[in-house]
């Protein structure tokens, strides 16, 4: 289900320096129709329908629609993503509508020590089987071996 | 005038190629051991890795969880598990290796906040013995944060596409650096390293997709995955192993959503048209693929196997009974209202948190899972390491747990000196999946530390950086020298657009190397026949053609899924014998053949004279 952009609410993120569709594409799909300043799916048959590009949208201007070539028509799924959450409506073929909502992250955006609080490791550690923080984030005593 | 890309130098100590789950992984362990040491690890992805990779849309569960602190499995449990799903052949001290590290990696998960299902008593809600339920819309740009904030400002290339690995000037035995192309700009970046992790995913689109239309990309595997990793190992002349060992998997039609609550958790069953199950009434059949058939749990190929030959009977469709299984939950809670809506909830979010298309695909069939069941396909097949089959290089082992012959000096070193791989990149250790390839990434990024601690002269060979520059443009000059020629720019006798070259590959290993359109059937000849259709296409390859940048990422694309489709060609050639039926049959050698076949096929294309060896090598193991 490729994803298009409704022009009426594409404003191609005038603000940034690149659009956010174009930016978190995984498959460089996303681009910018300069002429009319407005964000397109450039090769809708490689769209593996991840939602990246829906989900980061500021001005929810994205949405799938399903393949031509495989589904029917008048389906609807929806995303609204949250900081701590995300909301999806799933609306059916014969107008049906199911809304779910699941937790994405359970701390703050940006908080993440990525040196775990460790110190400098030591080069005697290279040695050694153990990655950064092990034993103690394994949360058993020792680092197993096939000869212990 | 032929047009010239800007040029751009960047040194490094370590260099990341792929910045999915294991290029993430290697990241932030690299920059853990390289602190305070003055070393600069830098990591390079072709999109941006708060998204990309194969977990990029998210995932449902962690499919690879030891549970140690709670004494759940040991490391040779799934040493144990996966032999018997691979059907005898890994490399078991690489997969015990992910094992006993594994738990690790998902514990700073959860402390960084990936919420983790759990059970009353707090421990981890399991799906199956291997997996763990997670809330994972957010795995990856999660993931993403911790590697971003430990490379710190300045050391992730976004949006370059790596084409090409660069040896050693005085060793070309020795990677020295990789040659990319930005996909944003018209410039070309040379990267100099010490050491390189080779962390791309594996390879999709090498065959045909069962939608050729607007469906062309959905696959179930990640389109984005075009065999880069693959083709920089193959290209750089590093040994190859097992890149016969494709996978195919049974998922739910059309979206590929995944099938694992389903049959693990719901206990929900595939029954065939005549509402049988092929496990029960079909023993027989298992009974011929002795020891691995007669053995539990049924091999995922040997699953595939039951399935396709129901296919062939006549006997599908084939449904997932979810109506059956829901039924029976919800007589289990009796018809609590509130009860039932959590499982409903939970249903409907193992597709929400990754496939989303496949929730798409029942709101668009009105297919209500509780009163209507839904059908399953097999996929065309993916190379890729990280799932239930084994394609990659071959790695160097844990020095602890590594057979004699199975490790030379550095942990995840292919046999280039400097190159580690990683993930999917990594052959011959499957069912690591997200947390294993992450894991993966870590033990290979602490390793090329200490590499470059032991190894620090290197010299790239600038003569050949020089002839990979201008060879990474030719598709925009092939472009530009002909397009005037004719009235239709897609339509010219000098060149081929790399969308066309897609679909002739695709053709070229559906038709030739055991595809769907065959039942996964090929044999000696029909490989042969499909190796010279490859050697024509590769050879217009060369007269590909870009008409901006995008199209010069997906040029390099093709070029990186010849390479490992080749590979792919000739593995399954060498091999004779029909090891994993339900993935592909030789029907020149129709039987499993452990006396003269229970070994690893591995391969090296010479970078030089482009020429393929191929080899047995003996399996071995310490782990009873």
């Not at chain 2, 993430?24 to 998204?51: H, Q, T």
């Not at chain 2, 015990?96 to 998960?109: C, E, G, I, Q, T």
């Not at chain 2, 009860?339 to 297919?367: G, P, R, V």
């Amino acid at each position: 289900m490729p994803t298009f952009v409704h022009v009426e609410k594409c404003d191609g993120c005038r603000a940034l320096a690149q659009p956010a569709c174009m930016y978190i594409c995984p498959n460089d799909l996303m681009s910018l129709d300069v002429s009319i300043g407005k964000g397109f799916n450039q090769e809708p048959d490689l769209c593996w329908e991840c939602y990246s590009c829906v989900k980061t949208c500021p001005q929810g201007a994205i949405e799938m629609r399903g393949y031509a070539d495989v589904m029917p028509m008048g389906s609807r799924v929806t995303p609204l993503r949250g900081t701590d959450s995300i909301m999806w409506a799933i609306q059916y073929r014969n107008g049906e509508i199911k809304r779910f909502k699941y937790p994405i992250r359970t701390t703050a955006w940006g908080s993440i020590d990525s040196t775990l609080g460790e110190p400098d490791p030591p080069e005697a550690g290279l040695r050694t089987q153990e990655l950064i923080g092990e034993p103690k984030y394994l949360h058993i005593d020792a680092l197993p071996t096939v000869n212990a | 005038m032929p047009f010239e890309p800007a040029v751009e130098t960047v040194e490094c100590d370590v260099l990341v190629v792929g910045g999915g789950m294991a290029g993430c992984g290697a990241a932030f362990e690299a920059a853990n051991w390289a602190r305070g040491r003055g070393l600069r690890v830098v990591l390079v992805e072709k999109a941006a890795i708060e998204r990309s990779g194969a977990v990029a849309m998210g995932l449902s569960a962690i499919n690879m969880y030891m549970g140690m602190q709670w004494g759940e499995n040991t490391p040779e449990d799934f040493v144990r598990y996966v032999r018997q799903d691979l059907m005898g052949l890994s490399r078991e001290d690489l997969v015990y290796d992910l094992a006993r590290h594994v738990d690790s990696s998902v514990h700073m998960f959860e402390e960084w906040g990936l919420p983790i299902f759990k059970n009353e008593d707090g421990h981890y809600k399991r799906e199956g013995r291997w997996q763990i339920m997670i809330h994972g819309e957010s795995y990856k740009p999660i993931v993403a944060e911790a590697a971003k904030n430990a490379l710190g400002e300045g050391n992730l290339y976004e949006r370059v596409f790596v084409a090409h690995p660069l040896l050693d000037a005085d060793d070309p035995t020795r990677i020295a650096g990789v040659v990319g192309f930005s996909v944003r700009d018209y410039k070309v970046i040379v990267f100099k390293a010490k050491a390189v992790i080779s962390a791309g995913g594996g390879a999709t689109g090498v065959y045909r997709p069962r939608a050729q239309g607007e469906g062309l990309g959905r696959i179930w595997y990640a389109p984005w995955n075009t065999g880069s990793a693959y083709a920089m190992q193959i290209r750089a002349g590093a040994k190859m192993t097992q890149m016969e060992h494709r996978l195919v998997v049974a998922r739910f039609k059309d979206g590929y959503g995944p099938v694992g609550m389903w049959f693990l958790l719901f206990k929900s069953q595939l029954k065939n048209s005549l509402g049988q199950i092929a496990e029960e009434y079909r023993t027989h059949e298992l009974e011929e693929w002795a020891p691995y058939g007669t053995a539990k749990p049924v091999p995922t190929p040997l699953r595939n196997h039951l399935m396709l030959n129901e296919i062939k009977e006549g006997l599908g469709p084939h449904y997932l009974r979810t109506d059956e299984a829901l039924q029976r939950m919800f007589m289990e809670v009796q018809n609590d209202a509130k009860k039932i809506a959590e499982i409903e909830s939970d249903a409907w979010e193992d597709f929400l948190d990754m496939t989303m298309s496949q929730a798409h695909i029942w709101a668009s069939q009105n297919i209500d899972p509780a009163k209507t069941p839904s059908e399953l396909i097999l996929t065309e097949p993916y190379l890729m390491g990280s799932h239930a089959s084994a394609t990659g290089a071959w790695c160097s082992g844990p020095e602890d747990v590594a057979p004699d012959g199975y490790h030379w000096g550095y942990n995840r070193m292919t046999t280039v000196k400097g190159l580690f791989a990683a993930g999917d990149a990594c052959g011959a250790s499957a069912h690591k999946f997200s947390s294993g390839s992450y894991t993966e990434g870590r033990l290979a990024g602490k390793a090329a530390v200490q590499y470059v601690l032991d190894n620090n002269d290197v010299r790239i060979d600038q003569g050949a950086a020089d002839d990979t520059i201008r060879a990474l443009y030719k598709p925009f000059n092939t472009y530009g020298e002909h397009q005037h020629e004719t009235s239709r720019s897609d339509l010219n006798a000098h060149y081929i657009l790399p969308k066309m070259a897609l679909h002739r590959i695709q053709k070229i290993m559906d038709e030739y190397a055991a595809g769907p359109g065959n039942y996964y059937m090929t044999n000696g000849p029909t490989l042969e026949r499909g190796l010279e259709l490859m050697q024509y296409f590769r050879e217009d390859c060369e007269h590909l053609a870009a008409r901006d940048l995008h199209d010069l990422l997906r040029c390099w694309e093709v070029w990186d899924r010849v390479d490992s489709a080749e590979a792919c060609l000739r593995h399954m050639l060498f091999r004779e014998e029909t090891r994993w039926p339900g993935y592909y049959y030789r029907g020149d050698f129709p039987k499993l053949d452990e006396q003269n076949w229970k070994v690893f096929v591995n391969s090296r294309r010479d970078p030089k004279s482009g020429e393929w060896e191929l080899e047995k090598v003996p399996f071995a193991t310490k782990i009873t």
